[in-house]
C-alpha cells in the first residue's frame, strides 16, 4: 500500500484530522518530536492572535499501540481551540473577497456569495495537519538516518546567504531555533523583524523564500520510468499545494536556464573511504546544484527544495474588491490574521517535503514491517556497494 494521507477540517471547526495509510508496523511513534513540530508551525514572529489561542497537540485516534504503528491506518486529530463555525455572530458571512485567498474563485466555484464556506477549508490552518503527517513519515525516515532541516531564507529583501551541508545543519538548527524567524543567520533575523514590524505599521503583510533539505537519502528513490512517481515531481506537488506557495524550485532552480552546462551540472567523482558510511555510496560531489535529484530519482546528495510563499492575503488596509451581492466596488474584508506566516511555513514545507521522501522510500521497499522494510533497504545498500556485481550474485 502506498504511504499516502488525507486531511480534513475546517480553521474554526471542531478539529483538524489526518490519517496516513502505507506505515509498516513496528515504527516507534516520537509523539513529542510531532507536538514540537507542531508548536514550531504556531511560532515565529508576524504572526497573529489565533496563535495565542490554539494550543496544537496530535492526538492518535487510530493504528498505534503501545507507542508502536500497528501496519493500519494512523490517525490524527488536531483540537480547534477556537471553534466557532456554526456560530453565525462569532463567524458571520463575508461578502468582500480578499485578493489573493480562496474567497472570489472558491465561492463562485460552489455557487455562493458566502466567502465564509470557502475560506474555512481553504485556510491555512490545515497545514497543521500536513505537518503532523510529515513529523510522523519522520519517525520510519529516521529508522533510515535520514532527517529533514527547514528554515526561512528570506523575508521580503532580507536574506541570508547561509549554505546548509551535511557537515553543519545541526549547528544551523541551533541557529534557527535562536531565530524570532527561524533564518539561521542572527543579523537578517534582526533584518526580517524589521521588515515584519514595518508591514505591521502599514497594516500591510510580506512573503518570502523557505528552504527544506533532507539529508540521507541513499540513491535510486523515485522512479526515471514513470513521470508521476520522480521524486522531483512529487515534492513539487506536494510543496505546491501548501497555502500561499507561488514557486517551487530544486537546487539552483531558475538559475539553471542562465548559465551553461559545464557551470550547472555537478562532476561525479569516487572516494572509496566513503563507499560503506556515506549514503552517496562514495560518489561524491562538490556542488549540489541538482538539489540532491537526477532524472526523478534522489542522486545520494542532499534533497534542496525551495519555495516562495506570497504575502498573507487578508490585508489590515483592505485591497480594492466588491461585494458579491451587489456588486458594488468595496475595500477587501478584514478579518484578524497574520503579518507573516513565512517561518511556519518553513515548518509546513519541511516537514511535507520530508513525507514525499518517506513515500518513495516506501515504494522501493515495501513490507508490511519495519523489519522487513529494514531489511530491504539493507540489502539493496549491500548490493550497490558491490556493483558491478558478478554472475553468481545476480542469479543467487
Ligand atoms: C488564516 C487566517 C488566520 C490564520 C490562519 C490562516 O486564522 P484566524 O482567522 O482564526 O485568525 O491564523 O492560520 C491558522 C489558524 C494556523 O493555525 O496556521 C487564513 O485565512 O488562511
Not at 544551523?172 to 524570532?180: H, I, M, Q
Not at 534533497?303 to 489590515?316: D, S
Not at 474588491?321 to 518553513?346: G, H, M, P, W
Request: proline residues 5%.
Amino acid at each position: 500500500m502506498p504511504l499516502e494521507y488525507q486531511t480534513a477540517g475546517e480553521s474554526h471547526g471542531p478539529s483538524l484530522v489526518v490519517t496516513v495509510t502505507g506505515l509498516p508496523a513496528g515504527v516507534p511513534i516520537d509523539e513529542a518530536f510531532i507536538n514540537a513540530e507542531l508548536a514550531r508551525r504556531q511560532g515565529g514572529y508576524g504572526r497573529g492572535g489565533r496563535q495565542n489561542i490554539e494550543e496544537d497537540k496530535a492526538e492518535f485516534v487510530t493504528g498505534v499501540r503501545r507507542g508502536l504503528t500497528i501496519g493500519a491506518p494512523v490517525t490524527m486529530l488536531i483540537r480547534n481551540r477556537d471553534s466557532r463555525l456554526d456560530d453565525l455572530v462569532k463567524t458571520p458571512p463575508v461578502f468582500r473577497p480578499r485578493p489573493g485567498h480562496a474567497d472570489l474563485a472558491g465561492s463562485i466555484k460552489f455557487l455562493t456569495t458566502d466567502c465564509r464556506e470557502v475560506l474555512e477549508r481553504a485556510s491555512a490552518r490545515e497545514t497543521a495537519a500536513r505537518v503532523a503527517a510529515g513529523a510522523l513519515a519522520r519517525c520510519l525516515l529516521r529508522e533510515f538516518e535520514i532527517e529533514a532541516f527547514g528554515f526561512v531564507r528570506s523575508i521580503l529583501t532580507a536574506q541570508t546567504q547561509v549554505e546548509a551541508t551535511a557537515a553543519n545543519w545541526t549547528a544551523l538548527r541551533t541557529l534557527r531555533d535562536a531565530s524570532e524567524t527561524y533564518c539561521p543567520d542572527a543579523e537578517v533575523t534582526q533584518r526580517q523583524v524589521k521588515v515584519i514590524h514595518e508591514a505591521k505599521l502599514a497594516k500591510d503583510t510580506v512573503g518570502g523564500l523557505v528552504e527544506a533539505h533532507i539529508f540521507g537519502c541513499p540513491p535510486g528513490l523515485g522512479t526515471c520510468a514513470d513521470w508521476r512517481d520522480k521524486l522531483d515531481a512529487r515534492l513539487a506537488y506536494a510543496v505546491m499545494g501548501i497555502q500561499a506557495i507561488k514557486s517551487v524550485e530544486m537546487g539552483l532552480g531558475k538559475e539553471v536556464a542562465s548559465l551553461p552546462g559545464s557551470r550547472v551540472h555537478d562532476a561525479i567523482y569516487f572516494d572509496a573511504a566513503k563507499r560503506d558510511n556515506s549514503p552517496d555510496l562514495g560518489f561524491t560531489r562538490k556542488t549540489n546544484n541538482a538539489g540532491g535529484t537526477e532524472g526523478g530519482m534522489s542522486n545520494g546528495q542532499p534533497i534542496v527544495v525551495r519555495a516562495a510563499m506570497k504575502p498573507i492575503a487578508t490585508l489590515g488596509q483592505g485591497m480594492p474588491s466588491v461585494d458579491l451581492n451587489t456588486k458594488a466596488a468595496q475595500q477587501s474584508q478584514y478579518e484578524r490574521s497574520d503579518i507573516c506566516a513565512v517561518s511556519a511555513a518553513s515548518v509546513v514545507v519541511e516537514n511535507v517535503a520530508a513525507f514525499e521522501v518517506a513515500r518513495v522510500l516506501r515504494d522501493k521497499f515495501a513490507g508490511d514491517s519495519l523489519v522487513e522494510v529494514r531489511g530491504q533497504f539493507q540489502t539493496y545498500m549491500r548490493l550497490a556497494r558491490l556493483l558491478p556485481l558478478d554472475e553468481g550474485v545476480r542469479m543467487a
